[in-house]
C-alpha cells in the first residue's frame, strides 16, 4: 500500500533551472497540498488542490506553480529556482477538507 | 508572534519515561488538533486526531485538548527508543469545507536505554 509517493527524492539544480515535482496518492482521495518544511519554520503551505480541477495558493505561493493532473496526481513546478527555495518539500492527501492529511515522505531539493 | 508555539527541544529522556509534549495557539477558531511523529528523512505520519476539548488515548498516547487555555498535549508513556522522533502538532479551524493546517515547529524527542 504505497499511500502518497513523491519523486524524485534528492534534486541539486542551479540557480534558475526549472523543475516540476511529482507526487500520486492511491487512496482515492480528494484533495492534495504542497508543503515545504525548514529548520525552525514548521510546514507551510504552498499551494493545495480542494477536489479535481481546482487549485488555491497557501501561505508561501511565490515562485512556484501546481496542476492537478487528475484526481492521483498534483505535481509542483518551480519556474526559475532560487537558493531560498532550498527547503523539503512534502505532498499530502486527505478524503476531505475535515480529514487528516497524509505524507510523502518529501523531496529534497537544493539550488546553488 | 506564531498562531502556533511548540518548544523544539531538543527532549532527551530514559527508557521507560513519560513524555510530555506541549503546543499553545492564539486562534481561537482552531477546531481540529492533530499531533504527527515525523522520523529522520521521512514524511510526517498522523499519530492523533481530536475535536474540541477532551482527553483520547491510543495504547502509550493520550492527547489532551484545553481550549479554555489554549493548550494542546501529547503524553507518551513507558517511552521506547522508537520513539525517537520530531513530533509536531497541527490545528485547523475549519471553514468553507477546506482544512488548512497550521504546523508547530517540531519538538525533537530522544529516548535513550
Known amino acids: 500500500n504505497a499511500g502518497v509517493t513523491q519523486t524524485p527524492k534528492f534534486q541539486v539544480l542551479k540557480t534558475g533551472q526549472s523543475m516540476t515535482l511529482q507526487c500520486a496518492q492511491d487512496?482515492?482521495?480528494?484533495?492534495m497540498y504542497w508543503y515545504r518544511q525548514d529548520p525552525g519554520m514548521g510546514l507551510r503551505l504552498i499551494y493545495y488542490s480542494a477536489s479535481e480541477g481546482t487549485t488555491d495558493k497557501g501561505e508561501v505561493p511565490n515562485g512556484y506553480n501546481v496542476s492537478r493532473l487528475n484526481k492521483r496526481e498534483f505535481s509542483l513546478r518551480l519556474e526559475s529556482a532560487a537558493p531560498s527555495q532550498t527547503s523539503v518539500y512534502f505532498c499530502?492527501?486527505?478524503?476531505?477538507?475535515?480529514?487528516?492529511?497524509?505524507f510523502g515522505d518529501g523531496t529534497r531539493l537544493s539550488i546553488l | 508572534q506564531k498562531e502556533v508555539e511548540q518548544d523544539p527541544g531538543p527532549l532527551s529522556v530514559p527508557e521507560g519515561a513519560i513524555v510530555s509534549l506541549n503546543c499553545t495557539y492564539s486562534?481561537?477558531?482552531?477546531?481540529?488538533f492533530m499531533w504527527y511523529r515525523q522520523y529522520s528523512r521521512k514524511g510526517p505520519e498522523l499519530l492523533m486526531y481530536t475535536y474540541s476539548s477532551g482527553n483520547k488515548e491510543d495504547g502509550r498516547f493520550t492527547a489532551q485538548v484545553d481550549k479554555s487555555s489554549k493548550y494542546i498535549s501529547l503524553f507518551i508513556r513507558d517511552s521506547q527508543p522508537s520513539d525517537s522522533a520530531t513530533y509536531l502538532c497541527?490545528?485547523?479551524?475549519?471553514?468553507?469545507?477546506?482544512?488548512?493546517?497550521?504546523f508547530g515547529a517540531g519538538t525533537r524527542l530522544a529516548v535513550h536505554p
Open positions: 486562534n481561537s477558531a482552531f477546531q481540529y
Open positions: 487512496m482515492n482521495h480528494n484533495s
Open positions: 499530502a492527501s486527505s478524503e476531505s477538507g475535515s480529514q487528516p492529511q497524509h
Open positions: 497541527a490545528m485547523s479551524p475549519i471553514s468553507g469545507g477546506y482544512n488548512k493546517l497550521i
